[in-house]
């Protein structure tokens, strides 16, 4: 399997020298990186907030500046940050654990969002559930969100990866691919997994993050040496994140206009798609990462990454989250 591994830090060093990928923000100039925070994001909803944020906004209204930069996949975003190229990302539960453990130094500063029906297993006909997966070609991200909750979903049906034809791709290709036919089911997320079912063809959902409650969710990763050297302003970043889901938690239709603009989708298409997701403000932060998501789903997530590869198990979850910056 691939994971973000030992290689990554030094590859993404040599490699990572320029913008994200075709139709990716750019990166902040080096004259920005002393006011700007560089952030990292994906066409993602559970990461909608930082639309809503700079679109109302509230990081001017907070004092702080953040260029959002998106990139096409998880692999893209993890790379920028281990080369430098970031001060903040947004990603994976999974991927925060294989940043610490392969010496990365960031800190989980802030829950972002779960997902249900957001996060999907999806197939075309003859395909009704998790165990209908053996033999067939499935398409995922690996190393991602995705292949935790394929993992699982086989683990359930008695299966394994080695009972699948492992189709690696990007969660943004999953949809046209199965589409096409050229996969029997694929694994990945809003709005692609809206965009595969609009599509019809006999794509169904055959299993979701629903089924797997708290197992896949989003966070916030933080260098720590930006932590040490501008902790107000860190404070300030995350406190525009709650004044945007307050604001789309009393304009529902806009700032849901707002976040399907920032994915790259329009309103009427992710109707459905939002409530698939669950966005946490800092107060649900502040009981979640000192209780059940430091406790209980944290180490279940390890546990899991820890059984596929992607990390070997050694990381203390404790130690991966630094709580600090959440206000009173």
Not at 311 to 319: F, K, T
């Amino acid at each position: 399997m691939l994971t973000v591994a030992a290689g990554l830090i030094t590859a993404a060093a040599l490699s990572l020298t320029g913008c994200a990928s075709a139709g990716a923000g750019d990166a902040a100039t080096e004259e920005d990186t002393d006011s700007a925070f560089r952030m990292g994001t994906q066409p993602w909803l559970g990461y909608g907030q930082w639309y809503v944020a700079e679109d109302q906004g509230f990081f001017a209204d907070r004092g702080v500046q953040v260029d959002i930069s998106s990139f096409a996949a998880d692999a893209e975003v993890n790379a920028a940050l281990a080369a430098g190229r970031l001060d903040m990302a947004n990603v994976g539960s999974q991927a925060a654990l294989q940043f610490i453990e392969e010496g990365l130094d960031v800190s989980i500063v802030m829950l972002l969002d779960s997902a249900t029906t957001a996060d999907a297993i999806l197939a075309g006909d003859g395909i009704a559930s998790a165990a209908d997966l053996a033999g067939k070609r499935v398409a995922f991200e690996e190393g991602a969100t995705s292949e935790i909750l394929l993992a699982e979903a086989l683990a359930g049906a008695g299966l394994d990866f080695e009972d699948i034809t492992v189709v690696p791709t990007g969660a943004d290709t999953v949809a046209p691919m199965l589409i096409a036919g050229q996969v029997d089911a694929g694994v990945t997320y809003e709005p692609y997994v809206s965009e595969a079912l609009a599509a019809g063809d006999g794509i169904e959902m055959i299993e979701s993050a629903a089924d797997h409650p708290g197992l896949i969710s989003d966070v916030l990763v933080v260098r720590n040496e930006v932590l040490e050297q501008r902790p107000d302003e860190v404070r300030e970043v995350l406190a525009a994140w709650d004044d945007a889901v307050a604001f789309s938690t009393d304009n529902v239709e806009e700032g849901r206009a707002i976040i399907a603009t920032g994915v790259g989708s329009k309103p009427e298409e992710l109707t459905t798609a939002f409530d698939g997701v669950h966005y946490y403000t800092l107060a649900e932060n502040r009981e979640l990462l000192s209780g059940s998501y430091l406790t209980e789903t944290l180490p279940a997530l390890a546990e899991v990454a820890a059984r596929i590869g992607l990390i070997s198990g050694s990381v203390d979850a404790a130690s991966t989250i630094d709580a600090t910056f959440l206000g009173n």
